[in-house]
């Protein structure tokens, strides 16, 4: 069973930074790929961030283009823990942030929320103005 938990969340200001994680369990496919997505209220969830790996290898790893050199996916290895490092939060990133993970590589639906099998809680992020 895969399992999948958020946090990092909080209040910051314009500019400022903050660290989401989510921890995972359960993710056993040969090749998948775990997503990070954001929603507000009234609105469909959107990408963030993914990355696909392959035998344990990272391979492909994008980010939506108004969050691009700002935000950064990692992965810690032995704690099965991937990270959204956001620098220079804006206004307009506040939302509340999930991860997300599926099964395989298909590169052209890592963007989209209904590929993603299974989801974490959500965490909030808000950036003050």
């Known amino acids: 069973q895969v399992h999948l938990v958020e946090s990092g969340g909080g209040l910051v200001q314009t500019g400022g930074s903050l660290r989401l994680s989510c921890a995972t369990s359960?993710?056993?496919?040969?090749?998948?790929?775990i997503g990070w997505f954001r929603q507000t209220p009234g609105k469909e969830r959107e990408f963030v961030a993914f990355?696909?790996?392959?035998?344990?290898?990272?391979?492909?790893?994008d980010y939506a283009d108004s969050v691009k050199g700002r935000f950064t996916f990692s992965r810690d290895n032995p704690k099965n823990t991937v990270w959204l490092q956001m620098e220079s939060l804006k206004p307009e990133d506040t939302a509340v942030y999930y991860c997300?993970?599926?099964?395989?590589?298909?590169?052209?639906?890592?963007?989209?929320?209904?590929?993603?099998?299974?989801w974490g809680q959500g965490t909030q992020v808000t950036v003050s103005s």
């Open positions: 990355r696909s790996w392959s035998g344990g290898s990272p391979l492909t790893t």
């Open positions: 359960g993710v056993t496919f040969s090749t998948y790929t």
């Open positions: 997300a993970a599926r099964g395989g590589l298909d590169v052209s639906v890592s963007t989209s929320a209904s590929a993603y099998n299974f």
